[in-house]
């Protein structure tokens, strides 16, 4: 049932991903072909858009929090975070290990993500990394996810500030999920918004 479900998604994704080539390709010519697509609203710490664009606060609490870190101290199956997605239904950050998860994140994009939020208020990494993670797979931008091989499915959402402003270099975010386990495997900053 379950891998029924999901091959129905993967054609409706492939039918909604032709029509917002077709859509994307009239709004370049429209636009320009370097003009950004940002918009949406802003949110206390974290907040979903109606069009799929993260927005980072300037200021808000501490993500994850000590509380769920300290659950990764007994076990990297241990989940960091939950998130509802109309694709895969839930999705879970679990602490991880090297390979996949918040660990593999914190080791190998912590200073990608440092570089995102310096100068741009007092969040930490983690705070912009689990926004970005929450927006991109619970209000993902039109024509995402997509398949990205290998059984995982990648989310791509462009990235901004509260104040409207974006990123000097990264202006996306990257979430990488195992289809079959529905765990997230990463989540990075990136220049390009295809997977």
């Given at each position: 049932m379950v891998q029924k479900k999901r091959?129905?998604?993967t054609g409706v994704a492939a039918v909604v991903a032709a029509?917002?080539?077709?859509?994307?390709l009239f709004l370049v010519a429209e636009r320009g072909?370097?003009?950004p697509?940002?918009?949406g609203g802003s949110g206390p710490s974290t907040s979903a858009s109606t069009d799929g664009t993260v927005t980072i606060t300037r200021t808000g609490p501490d993500m994850p929090g000590s509380t769920a870190l300290a659950r990764c101290d007994g076990s990297s199956q241990a989940a960091v975070a939950q998130y509802e997605t109309e694709a895969l239904g839930r999705v879970t950050l679990q602490c991880g290990t090297a390979a996949q998860g918040y660990e593999h994140i914190r080791v190998r994009h912590t200073a990608?993500?440092?570089d995102v939020v310096t100068g741009h208020g007092a969040r930490d990494w983690d705070d912009a990394m689990l926004t970005a993670v929450q927006t991109a797979l619970e209000d993902p931008r039109?024509?995402?996810?997509v398949d990205a091989g290998d059984g995982k499915v990648c989310f791509a959402a462009p990235v901004r500030f509260d104040d409207g402003s974006r990123p000097d270099d990264d202006p996306y975010v990257k979430v990488i999920v195992s289809a079959t386990t529905d765990r997230v495997i990463t989540a990075y900053p990136t220049r390009t918004d295809d997977c």
């Open positions: 091959s129905v998604i029509g917002v080539l077709a859509g994307g072909a370097d003009d697509t940002i918009g990608d993500w440092q039109a024509g995402f996810p």
